[in-house]
C-alpha cells in the first residue's frame, strides 16, 4: 500500500546514527523530511547526503528536521558519515535510519517494483531503496512525496523550495503557482470571493476570474 498525500505517516521504531527513534515522539511538533536512498558507500547517495549537509541551516530556520534511511547498518552509516562530511565540507548532523530489516522501507513504500517480484533470481539492487522524500508535517501527516530512480540524484534546492511552499499554504487558503519561490505573490483560493480575498490579503491582481494572486502572508 503506497503513502498518500494526507496520510498519517508511517511510524516506526528503528536504530539510527543518533540512537533509537521513534519516529512520530522525534518528530514532536516539527516538520520533518524523510528519504531513502540506496546503499552507503555509493557516488550518487554520497553527493546527496552531502547536499543536505550542507542544507541543515536552512531546514533548522523551517523547524524541520531531516532523517535519512538506508538498508545498511549504523556502523556502516557511522563509517559512511566520514566520506560524506569529507566531500561536503560540512557535519553530516543528522540521524541515518538502519533498515536492514525492510520496515520502514516497506512501510513508506521505498521499493521498487522489482521487489514484490518472486524471490527466485532477484539480485541485491532489487531491495536497495528508491529514492524517496516525503515531508511530513507537524500532525503527522504527510503533506508531500517525490519519488526518482535510482540512478537521477535529487536537487536539493527543489526540495527545500517544496518545504516553503508547503510551509506557506499549510491552513491558509491559499496556493503557490508554478515555480514559486517565497517572496513572490500567491494565488487565491477560490473557497474566498474577491471582496473576502481583498479582506484577508489585501489588493488583488485579477488575470483570470479563477486566478487571483495577492502578495504573500506574513
Not at 55 to 74: M, Y
Not at 114 to 134: F, I, K, M, Q, S
Request: glycine share 6%; proline share 8%; with cysteine.
Amino acid at each position: 500500500m503506497s503513502v498518500r498525500i494526507n496520510d498519517i505517516a508511517p511510524d516506526f521504531t528503528a536504530d539510527s546514527t543518533a540512537g533509537q527513534i521513534r519516529f512520530h515522539e522525534w518528530l514532536g511538533d516539527s516538520y520533518a523530511i524523510i528519504f531513502s536512498h540506496p546503499r552507503d558507500f555509493t557516488p550518487v547517495c554520497t553527493t546527496e547526503f552531502g547536499a543536505v549537509a550542507q542544507l541543515i541551516p536552512e531546514f533548522a530556520k523551517r523547524k524541520t528536521k531531516v532523517i535519512g534511511v538506508s538498508v545498511d547498518s549504523v556502523e556502516d552509516h557511522g563509517k559512511w558519515k566520514r566520506d560524506i562530511e569529507a566531500f561536503a565540507g560540512s557535519p553530516a548532523d543528522f540521524p541515518i535510519i538502519d533498515d536492514t530489516s525492510l520496515t520502514v522501507a516497506k512501510a513508506y513504500d521505498m521499493l521498487p517494483a522489482e521487489y514484490y517480484l518472486p524471490t527466485e533470481g532477484r539480485a541485491p539492487a532489487h531491495t536497495a531503496t528508491v529514492r524517496t522524500v516525503y515531508i511530513v508535517g507537524p500532525d503527522k501527516k504527510v503533506r508531500l512525496t517525490m519519488t526518482y530512480p535510482m540512478s537521477v540524484g535529487r536537487n536539493f534546492a527543489e526540495i527545500l523550495r517544496a518545504l516553503d511552499a508547503v510551509q506557506a499554504t499549510d491552513g491558509v487558503p491559499i496556493a503557490t503557482p508554478a515555480n514559486w519561490v517565497p517572496g513572490q505573490d500567491v494565488i487565491v483560493a477560490l473557497s474566498l470571493n474577491n471582496e473576502q480575498a481583498e479582506a484577508k490579503f489585501g489588493p488583488l491582481d485579477i488575470k483570470l476570474p479563477y486566478l487571483r494572486f495577492a502578495k504573500a502572508p506574513q
